[in-house]
């Protein structure tokens, strides 16, 4: 697998098999629920930027779009007046639609480019990541069993030590020394008991951390919970236009400028990746979803602190095959998932980045960036949010 900046355009080589992953990991078994977390990593933390500000931001071409429609290339762009179709549902805000620049041709990110013109409808959207303290109100009220915490059923891992099919998920695990970004092996490990409740493992608790996002979720565990809740996942053009908050074309969900007035303004990793994290921001690791400022439609977390599961189907050329159809309204993404470097594993769109990201190795905090995560598969960075339709 390669990480480097020198390959950043290209799409690294991946192993076919996930249990080869593993069993170079030393776990010695393939565990789905977590092997697929490498290669969520692949996605969205192997082309690492190495561009200044400035070089992305002369690149990037920006252009600020507020609640008065502006015209770009003959297409109106900017945020809909469309009011609230009724009071908000409790902690949610209303995304009142528009039209809008999506994804980010300044970012050295193949599957993000080129940047097109989408229009999306008004919708509701969680103010946060759903937090520690709604999933566990979900857990209780229904008794549901997240993907990590279920024992992997011997018939999907053929060859595999009965012993070793144990729940769990892959958590962060900084090494003591620096080490090559090509090797994530370095710094992610199987925890075997790892899951939204114990996020670093048995002994570990998510008492203090209520209110922090809930972490080591599925594609299927936030789907279970968004159709519990009466809601949905959101579609990755609804995520990418509440996230910019009206700013067309930026570069952040709040500017061109990763720390203006020298203030960060999101939870994401400083230092030396992986091994030194500064935490100048203040976190380590997640962080309370109101802890830094939200954005122009009052939305906290959309760059930053966990990665966020989408409805959409992940494929590295999509944006490539909707741009050539103008401007497009409320896309759902394609019919299916497709992954080149995978071909055999589904896989679904993250947004927002993480607290792993960093300007030496992710930096897919950029709004108009993408990622993506094997629907099977957590990690102690992955979580979600859930919208609303206005019907």
């Known amino acids: 697998m390669k990480f480097s900046k020198k390959i950043r355009k290209n799409v ?6 996930r249990k080869w992953l593993w069993l170079q990991l030393g776990v010695g078994v393939v565990m789905t629920v977590v092997v697929a977390t490498l290669y969520i990593f692949d996605a969205r933390e192997n082309q690492a930027v190495s561009k200044s500000q400035s070089e992305h931001a002369a690149r990037h071409g920006a252009i600020s779009s507020g609640a008065q429609a502006v015209v770009t290339n003959g297409a109106p762009v900017g945020v809909n007046n469309t009011p609230a179709p009724g009071p908000a549902p409790e902690g949610m805000v209303w995304i009142p639609g528009g039209t809008f620049w999506m994804g980010c041709d300044a970012c050295d990110m193949p599957d993000a480019a080129p940047s097109h013109q989408v229009a999306v409808d008004g919708f509701w959207m969680d103010m946060t990541p759903i937090t520690n303290a709604q999933f566990e109100k979900f857990v209780k009220a229904t008794g549901y069993n997240t993907v990590a915490e279920r024992k992997p059923d011997p018939k999907d891992f053929p060859g595999a030590q009965a012993e070793k099919l144990v729940p769990g998920c892959a958590v962060f695990t900084p090494p003591s020394h620096e080490v090559s970004p090509d090797n994530p092996y370095a710094w992610w490990r199987y925890v075997p008991g790892a899951s939204w409740k114990n996020p670093e493992g048995p ?9 922090h996002p809930v972490v080591h979720i ?10 519990w809740a009466g809601k949905r996942l959101p579609t990755e053009a609804e995520f ?3 996230a910019r908050g009206g700013l067309d ?3 952040y969900s709040w500017g061109d400028e990763l720390k203006p007035g020298g203030k960060w303004m999101a939870n994401i990793y400083q230092g030396s990746f992986p091994s030194k994290n500064t935490v100048e921001d203040g976190y380590g690791a997640t962080s309370p979803v109101t802890a830094f400022p939200p954005n122009n439609f009052g939305l906290y977390d959309v760059a930053g602190n966990v990665w966020q599961w989408c409805s959409d189907w992940y494929r590295p050329d999509y944006f490539e095959k909707i741009a050539a159809q103008g401007v497009v309204k409320n896309p759902k993404g394609p019919d299916s998932g497709f992954d080149p470097q995978e071909p055999g ?12 990201c960093s300007d030496q190795y992710c930096e897919r905090y950029l709004v108009g960036s993408r990622g993506k995560g094997a629907v099977d598969s957590g990690a102690s960075n992955v979580g979600f949010r859930t919208v609303k339709s206005a019907l």
Do not use: H, M, N, T
Not at 345 to 356: C, E, H, Y
């Open 12 to 17: 690294a080589a991946e192993p076919e098999s």
């Open 203 to 211: 002994g570990s608790s998510i008492k203090g951390r209520e209110d």
């Open 218 to 227: 599925a594609w299927e565990d936030a789907d279970a919970y968004a159709k």
């Open 240 to 242: 990418e236009f509440a």
């Open 249 to 251: 074309r930026k570069l």
């Open 345 to 356: 594993v589904p896989k679904r769109v993250q947004k927002s980045g993480s607290f792993l």
